[in-house]
């Protein structure tokens, strides 16, 4: 089975400032990794997600990921936060043709102006 | 251009009454999924579809049901809601495990 740990449930930093929200899973099989951000009483978004290929993938608003098999991590970063950003971000896995989401508990990300 | 639309967004039920809360799709996907989510908590599914074939995790709670009339719509049954059940509820679908897409929610209360 599958799990995904996220160490850092509060993250707070300035506005302009970089951040990195981590994210190390575990699994006995191939799998597809995701970040989803969620706002106050909405849904999840998809934030990025890599499924196969290059290892760094991107979103359009300036996050990144890097996929680390050797590490089984896949921890997100932006290299300048802005205020908009302020949100609980969640990491997630499944595995090479399954159909369930493994959800990590969430990092609260807060940016101060 | 919504593509998994929840309703109700906000539903207020009364200890023990029955509540039905609704997600439809216009993606054609496959696989469907209901998630409680509580306050700071990550989602907890609670059982998936994969077209008609029900999935049901093993720690959800009898109390909950579900029906997929057809590909397009998912509906999540409480038989006898209780104060622990006041949550917001996540619909989801995917394309055989890919990419899961989100509804915007139903936050359930409990009074």
């Known amino acids: 089975a599958q799990s995904v740990t996220q160490l850092d449930s509060q993250v707070p930093v300035f506005e302009e400032a970089p951040v990195e929200l981590r994210c190390n899973y575990s699994?006995?099989?191939?799998?597809?990794l995701f970040w989803y951000v969620q706002y106050p009483n909405q849904g999840l978004q998809l934030l990025l997600k890599y499924l196969s290929g290059s290892t760094l993938v991107e979103s359009i608003n300036g996050f990144e990921a890097e996929f680390n098999k050797s590490q089984t991590s896949f921890h997100l970063r932006k290299p300048s936060v802005h205020i908009s950003d302020t949100a609980e971000y969640f990491c997630a896995v499944s595995d090479y043709g399954g159909n369930q989401f493994y959800f990590g508990t969430g990092t609260s990300l807060t940016v101060i102006p | 251009d919504a593509m998994v639309i929840q309703n109700p967004r906000y539903q207020v039920t009364q200890f023990g009454k029955p509540v039905t809360l609704s997600c439809s799709q216009t993606l054609n996907h496959n696989v469907m999924y209901w998630y409680q989510q509580k306050s700071s908590q990550a989602p907890k599914l609670l059982f998936h579809?994969?077209?008609?074939?029900?999935?049901n995790e093993a720690d959800t709670p009898d109390n909950f049901q579900s029906r997929r009339p057809n590909t397009s719509f998912c509906f999540l049954d409480i038989r006898s809601p209780g104060l622990g059940d006041a949550a917001m509820y996540l619909c989801?679908?995917?394309?055989?495990?890919?990419?899961?897409?989100f509804g915007q929610g139903t936050r359930l209360t409990v009074v």
């Open positions: 579809y994969y077209d008609k074939d029900f999935n």
């Open positions: 989801a679908t995917s394309r055989e495990g890919l990419e899961a897409f």
């Open positions: 699994s006995s099989v191939s799998v597809y």
